[in-house]
């Protein structure tokens, strides 16, 4: 059975920075085959995909980031990364790490908060 445990989150100031972490276990086939995300959800908002990074390292970003996020990953660790720089109070959200290939298995999220 596959899990996702997220960490890292936590309270930031605006233009600070956090590092989001996903460990992954329970995977039959190889983790670094899998192609792996974040999503984020803000408080009344629907969920949004923030970034996903494939097994062989392609990646792809929410137009709105600006650049601000980047996403990678240590296949050797099974772990997946979300740096995020230049934070703004409208990153404020619930992040969830998620193996994004059918089916799709979602992690318990990590709260993100920036104050402005």
């Known amino acids: 059975q596959v899990q996702l445990v997220e960490s890292g989150g936590g309270l930031v100031q605006a233009g600070g920075s956090l590092r989001l972490s996903c460990a992954a276990s329970?995977?039959?086939?190889?983790?670094?085959?899998?192609?792996m995300g974040w999503y984020r959800q803000a408080p009344g908002k629907q969920r949004e995909l923030v970034a996903s990074?494939?097994?062989?390292?392609?990646?792809n970003y929410a137009d709105s980031l600006e650049g601000r996020f980047t996403i990678s990953r240590d296949n050797a660790k099974r772990l997946v990364y979300l740096q995020m720089n230049s934070l703004k109070p409208e990153d404020t959200a619930v992040y969830y790490c998620?193996?994004?290939?059918?089916?799709?298995?979602w992690g318990q999220g990590t709260q993100v908060t920036v104050s402005s």
């Open positions: 990074i494939t097994g062989g390292g392609s990646t």
């Open positions: 998620v193996k994004l290939e059918q089916p799709p298995t």
């Open positions: 329970g995977f039959r086939l190889s983790f670094s085959v899998r192609t």
